[in-house]
């Protein structure tokens, strides 16, 4: 299977270079599209030096996703690993790197867990999302700790223009429903208020997370339910004067398997995130963003029928950060300013509670000159906890055509030990040290408004490395249980191919990651994460029909880092339509697993089989 990916994706850019560059970009091209996470301010995304991916609020609509996870496994240099169902606990991998190894934002507010590192990507509603940002490669410079693999960055919905009302409901197997609803717009004065709110639902009765050979195997049905909110509201006090506040909320009541059939295992989840922030014209090169907020991560788990009772492992999070872009000409100078502090509790393990706080400042400068654009970052992050990091990042492009661009860069970033890492009984050890990351990647991007491609080659080496292990070196024979530690080093590697073209009602989409991820020390690929990956789609249109198909493939990965557990290769295909009955009014279905391929992504965990969901939406135009 291997060589067929290899083939199918070497030709998908060849055939995208050769397409004929229009003379005008077509007004919804990706030429035009404005991305900020890749330098912290709004720029064209054909301008940004960062290997990136802009998931639209148009994709989304049209893939019919219910779940952001399966969403991010479309995208290239993106594996995903579940244990169950769509409710059960996730991973994503980016270009290879640890789940713990990349930053999460919703709307510039950093979410995920202290104790287990990581954003909790089961409790992240797709509904509540308007576009999401995926940035590849270490960003620690922009972003502080553990942005090694890469950002990946959530926007809610925000309010312009007039009253639009929006709502969807549909239904499919395992009992699954989902409803949504929210209103948008913005008021007609010179104190424009904007404002948008939504609200969604999500339940359903799933299936059992694991199979028989795992020791918590129980056949019972695990479901889930999920309920999620999210605002924004801002107010232009005055021209180039605005105040905002932003919300999202969403609680997740998901059930799993504990190995005996009498009792009712759940996992509570609830993730809050919260900010205040102030953009400021201050000169007319001069611009400031300053902003207060707070993430919750709250896990807790219901086993009220076992001794063990109730647990909460709660992190919060509370940043204030104030952000300087000043204007030079056609380039940019950025300064920012920042503290982060994170609090930790735990009702079972109080040696984990505990608090840290990181001091932060950092400066970037963006070059554009004619065919050349060059970058350059340098951060230091002091922490109360492990000390000084000074981060950094150089990248220069040049123009090839107005189309073609070529790319280098080099970076360094590091990854804080959790909380768990360092404190956990009989896991966790005090002294160990932040994983640092040392990234080289070059790379040709071509764009002409109506074909793109992109071919990246990078090399991540991580010294530190942070590893769970079973069985502990012998210095730490005081950890009989397993535990946590410092190993050498291991490296990523990997070369990224994508590509897409329009052809008339046609758009053909197609990436390919061939990747070394791998431990040094044991010379072993690092675990679930396949050397071969790849995702081909087409879709159609035809008036007010728009369909798709799309296949997902993967090569063999293992369940353990010994590498003897083997997981097989597999390859998902699914189909999805939306129909315009009448105007502001759509129906929509998906069908996943259209040839009910039964795989793992976790050994003895179950995975979604075949399973058709259809529903009807209600969007004002």
């Known amino acids: 299977m291997t060589g067929q990916l290899m083939a199918v994706a070497a030709a998908l850019p060849s055939y995208v270079l050769a397409q004929t560059q229009p003379d005008t970009p077509a007004p919804d091209t990706n030429l035009n599209a404005v991305v900020v996470t890749g330098t912290r301010s709004a720029q064209y995304i054909r301008d940004v030096l960062s290997d990136n991916v802009l998931i639209s609020a148009e994709e989304i609509a049209k893939s019919g996703q219910t779940s952001l996870v399966e969403l991010l496994q479309r995208q290239r240099g993106i594996e995903i690993n579940r244990n169950g169902g769509p409710g059960a606990t996730a991973s994503v991998f980016i270009r290879g790197a640890n789940n713990n190894q990349s930053v ?33 490669g270490p960003l620690s410079s922009l972003y502080g700790a553990d942005a090694i693999g890469g950002v990946v960055q959530i926007f809610t919905k925000k309010g312009s223009g007039p009253l639009r009302v929006n709502a969807s409901a549909g239904y499919g197997r395992y009992a699954t429903e989902e409803l949504s609803a929210g209103l948008s717009g913005a008021t007609d004065s010179e104190r424009r208020l904007h404002y948008a709110i939504s609200a969604a639902h999500e339940k359903s009765d799933g ?52 190995g005996a059939s009498s009792y009712d295992s759940r996992t509570l989840q609830k993730l809050e995130s919260y900010a205040l922030y102030a953009n400021d014209q201050i000169l007319a090169d001069w611009t400031s963003h300053l902003q207060v907020s707070q993430a919750r991560d709250k896990a807790g788990s219901d086993q009220s029928a076992l001794a063990s009772g109730q647990s909460q492992i709660d992190t919060t999070q509370k940043d204030i950060s104030w952000q300087h872009d000043l204007r030079i000409g056609s380039d940019m100078l950025q300064v920012l300013l920042e503290r982060r502090k994170e609090l930790v509790y735990t009702s079972t393990t109080p040696a984990v509670n505990g608090e840290r706080s990181t001091d932060s400042v950092a400066a970037s400068y963006q070059l554009k000159r004619g065919a050349h654009l060059a970058s350059a970052s340098v951060r230091n992050d002091d922490s109360s906890q492990y000390g000084g990091h000074v981060t950094g990042s150089v990248g220069y492009g040049y123009r ?3 189309a073609l661009r070529a790319n280098a860069g080099f970076s360094t970033s590091f990854r804080a030990p959790t909380f768990n890492e360092l404190y956990y009984p009989n896991f966790g050890i005090a002294s160990n040290k932040p994983e640092q990351g040392r990234n080289a990647e070059a790379g040709l991007y071509y764009e002409d408004g109506t074909s793109q491609a992109s071919v990246v080659y990078y090399r991540n080496r991580i010294r530190d490395l942070l590893v769970t292990a079973t069985v502990c070196p012998v210095e730490l024979a005081s950890h009989p249980f397993g535990c946590s530690y410092n190993v050498d080093k291991a490296l990523l590697t990997g070369l990224s191919l994508g590509a897409s073209t329009r052809l008339q009602r046609y758009t053909l989409r197609g990436s390919l990651d061939l990747q070394d991820p791998r431990e040094e020390t044991t010379d072993k690929l690092l675990t679930r994460r396949a050397r071969t990956h790849a995702s081909f789609g087409l879709d159609y249109e035809l008036g007010a029909l728009q369909t798709g198909a799309e296949w997902i493939l993967s090569g063999k990965r293992y369940d353990d880092a010994a590498n003897k557990n083997v997981l097989p290769g597999y390859g998902l295909l699914n189909l999805y339509a939306a129909y315009d009955v009448a105007r502001n009014w759509s129906v929509f279905g998906r069908w996943n697993n259209v040839t009910d391929k039964e795989y793992e992504l976790a050994k003895y965990y179950a995975t979604t089989r075949s399973n058709l969901f259809v529903g009807i939406r209600y969007a004002m135009k």
């Open 104 to 136: 999460v934002l919703v709307d510039g507010v950093r979410i995920g867990s202290s104790t287990v590192g990581g954003a909790t990507w089961s409790t992240i509603p797709l509904e509540q999302i308007d576009h999401v940002e995926i940035v590849y």
């Open 207 to 258: 299936f059992t997370a694991t199979k028989p050979g795992n020791f918590s195997y129980n056949p019972d049905k695990d479901g889930y339910r999920k309920d999620s909110a999210s605002g924004q509201f801002s107010v232009d006090i005055a021209k180039g004067h605005e105040l905002g506040l932003q919300f999202l909320q969403s609680r997740l009541n998901a059930q799993y398997d504990s």
């Open 400 to 402: 090839l055509t107005d």
